[in-house]
């Protein structure tokens, strides 16, 4: 199998993911759109992954290449039916691609926290063998608000109602990470977007209780993103 997978910052990249799909030999290409890098054609790849990143899906006169991002997603998930994953910007990506609502939020959502499982979510192929709580990293200041037409909602929390859905049988958003790595909060803390909502949620000296936090979650983090890896190799299998 090869993945092809869409970053926004080089920083935000699939995480631990990445020792998942090189212990099953999977190759994936890694386009990084903020560096100017075109995206391919789709063909040959069995899988498209759109990762996190400090700018908004609204933002196209700032980052043209949101413009054919969008594209990309609707030829893979529309036309292609090709097995998708977004996370964070990604799931805000599918879903305005697909003629949802994105939103700026009025406080941005920051921290360690749970995200519940609908009952759609709780029988989903994708979030099998999940808790109905997931405990999660939250890092985002506007939230999808309005689901594409067809579109099922999987899990929600009480500052973002949607922070999972899925389209069709393959093609998924998630608002919320569980992709970390040790290094992840205190290399996205160093990202002025990212440093100004954190300040904003956890205040000045919020950094170093959040990446404290985040270290005790990381049994947590990476147990729940193996199941979610696993769920979705099966999927890209059954397609």
Not at 70 to 96: N, S, T, Y
Not at 169 to 198: K, N
Request: aromatic share 8%.
């Amino acid at each position: 199998m090869r993945f092809l997978v869409l970053q926004h910052i080089d920083i935000e990249h699939p995480g631990v993911f990445r020792d998942f799909m090189r212990a099953d030999g999977i190759a994936w290409d890694a386009v990084e759109l903020d560096e100017g890098e075109a995206i391919p054609p789709l063909d040959g790849y069995d899988a498209l992954i759109s990762m996190g990143g400090p700018m908004d899906v609204f933002e196209e006169d700032a980052y043209p290449w949101l413009a054919d991002e969008k594209v990309a997603i609707r030829e893979a998930v529309a036309e292609r039916h090709m097995p998708f994953l977004g996370v964070c910007l990604g799931h805000q990506l599918l879903a305005d691609a697909l003629g949802g609502r994105v939103e700026t939020m009025a406080e941005p959502e920051v921290g360690v926290m749970e995200v519940s499982l609908t009952e759609a979510g709780r029988a989903d192929a994708l979030l099998a063998g999940l808790d109905a709580r997931v405990t999660c990293l939250q890092w985002h200041g506007c939230a999808v608000t309005e689901l594409p037409d067809g579109a099922v909602g999987l899990a929600s929390s009480p500052l973002c109602a949607i922070q999972a859905f899925r389209v069709g049988r393959h093609a998924y958003g998630l608002q919320y990470h569980v992709e970390l790595t040790p290094t992840t909060v205190a290399e996205w803390g160093a990202v002025p977007a990212y440093q100004e909502s954190l300040e904003r949620a956890l205040g000045p000296d919020g950094l170093g209780p959040f990446e404290a936090a985040a270290a005790r979650q990381m049994p947590a983090f990476n147990r729940d993103a193996r199941i979610l890896y696993d769920n979705f190799i099966a999927l890209v299998r059954d397609r």
